[in-house]
């Protein structure tokens, strides 16, 4: 079993940045890619962006890309996404999820969602 749990949201003015954290904890051995996604309220579930547990690839949406990075500390068995420039679409609740294959569309462990609302 994996555990994750992500920190960092809160409430941020449009253009402005936050920084997510998931840290990873159990079988961290098994994960091979991590994937961050949000839901706003009404919508479905989308990917955000998706990086290798290596960190050698990532893939970020249309939506975010330029704006928002994500990365790893594979020391602290933790991912992180900066959201910068950030947008009142963008608010919605985001997620940390992982994956033991890379790449994947599955992903078997997710972690209980931080919300991040931008105001205009």
């Known amino acids: 079993q994996v555990q994750l749990v992500e920190s960092g949201g809160g409430l941020v003015q449009a253009g402005g940045s936050l920084r997510l954290s998931c840290a990873a904890s159990?079988?961290?051995?098994?994960?091979?890619?991590m994937g961050w996604f949000r839901q706003a309220p009404g919508k479905d579930r989308e990917s955000v962006a998706t990086?290798?547990?290596?960190?050698?690839?990532?893939y970020y949406a249309d939506s975010v890309k330029g704006r928002f990075t994500a990365s790893r500390d594979n020391a602290k068995n933790t991912v992180y996404l900066q959201m910068n420039s950030l947008k009142p679409e963008d608010t919605a609740v985001y997620y940390c999820?992982?994956?033991?294959?890379?790449?994947?569309?599955?992903?078997?462990?997710w972690g209980q969602g931080t919300q991040v609302t931008v105001s205009s």
């Open positions: 999820a992982a994956g033991s294959s890379w790449p994947t569309a599955h992903y078997q462990y």
């Open positions: 159990g079988r961290t051995f098994s994960i091979n890619a």
């Open positions: 990086i290798r547990w290596s960190g050698s690839s990532t």
